[in-house]
């Protein structure tokens, strides 16, 4: 009896010390959010970056709707479309190629070299779920690549900058050895690329004032941050978190829409539900910039993901932000 007491006691222990280091991480890293009041009307320039996602994803969740293997004729379509448009603003782009079921599937990389050898690599993957157009998951990504994209065509930066669209992040190949991000991020690490910063775009399309509209995966959290779903959140693993304090920190520095962060350990359930767990997987930092839509979107992994859904004012203050964000992760003050 007293050994089963005394093995409880050690449970009960070793539970409490883990609860415990997961809000140590929590703590460590949350930047809690400052008040934003009304937000102010979109500028000019802004207004035509509005307009420019709302094409975006018209185009890839409206009119091209379901890409996937399953539906092969349009996830080329989308490919191509990606492709002409990084070429229209003057990019080189590279197919990164690899076979899936005996059909050619292929990562879209467009590189704008730097002054050192160090990569920052901005990516969104432009496949949908079977059964979804993927207005917001995830043609907002992958609208926000594009516009970023073409916002820095000319730029000079000291890190080489990257902006990759990835294939097949979704089921049946996510978090596999087929996973596009995984098999891009695994070349990146057989060459001895030295890609100091990731970022995936997901689902940056959805936001609610709406008292109980952000839920979470496990308790605790909500008393963390907040159950009002009307901002962006920055999320890492533990290993990332000096990444995710650098660019959430430069996101406030000028956004106009509240943000969250949280480097947590990437078992929690939704921590790595994106392409940044591919470069995790090849020791990379890397960190995920969302809407958080599964504990959020009603339209989630749906045949209702229409771009008629998305907030395309509050889409057009994270873009905006994450430019900023990007620029400096480019040209890093030692």
Not at 185 to 193: D, I, Q, S
Not at 260 to 265: I, K, Y
Request: hydrophobic share 35%; proline share 4%; with cysteine.
């Amino acid at each position: 009896m007293l050994a089963h007491k005394t093995l409880a006691l050690v449970i009960g222990l070793m539970l409490a010390i883990g609860i415990a280091s997961v809000l140590g991480w929590l703590l460590m890293i949350r930047m809690p959010g400052e008040s934003h009041g009304a937000a102010r009307l979109l500028t000019k320039g802004e207004s035509a970056l509005r307009a420019e996602l709302i094409a975006h994803v018209q185009k890839l969740g409206g009119e091209i709707g379901e890409r996937n293997l399953t539906r092969f004729p349009e996830l080329q379509r989308a490919a191509q479309y990606i492709e002409g448009e990084l070429r229209g603003t003057g990019w080189t782009v590279r197919r990164d190629e690899y076979e899936v079921q005996g059909k050619s599937c292929c990562n879209l990389e467009a590189e704008l070299r730097g002054a050192s050898s160090e990569i920052v690599v901005i990516g969104a993957h432009y496949d949908s779920v079977v059964g979804s157009p993927g207005a917001n998951d995830n043609g907002s990504g992958v609208a926000a690549l594009l516009t970023l994209a073409r916002r820095l065509a000319r730029s000079h930066n000291t890190r080489t900058l990257r902006f990759v669209a990835f294939v097949n992040e979704e089921p049946y190949y996510f978090q596999s050895s087929q996973m596009g991000s995984y098999v891009y991020a695994g070349r990146c690490h057989e060459r001895g690329e030295n890609v100091q910063a990731m970022i995936s775009l997901e689902t940056i399309g959805y936001y609610s004032n709406e008292s109980g509209s952000q839920s979470y995966p496990v308790p605790g959290l909500g008393s963390l941050y907040p159950r009002t779903g009307n901002f962006i959140a920055f999320v890492g693993n533990v290993a990332s978190r000096s990444l995710l304090r650098d660019a959430l920190g430069e996101f406030r520095r000028g956004a106009q829409i509240p943000s969250e962060g949280g480097a947590l350990p990437a078992s929690l359930p939704g921590v790595g539900w994106s392409d940044q767990w591919s470069f995790w997987q090849h020791g990379y930092p890397g960190i995920m910039v969302t809407d958080t839509a599964p504990f959020r979107y009603p339209h989630y992994h749906a045949a209702s993901d229409t771009p008629d859904k998305l907030d395309y004012d509050s889409m057009t203050r994270v873009v905006s932000g994450m430019e900023r964000v990007i620029r400096h992760l480019a040209n890093p003050t030692r």
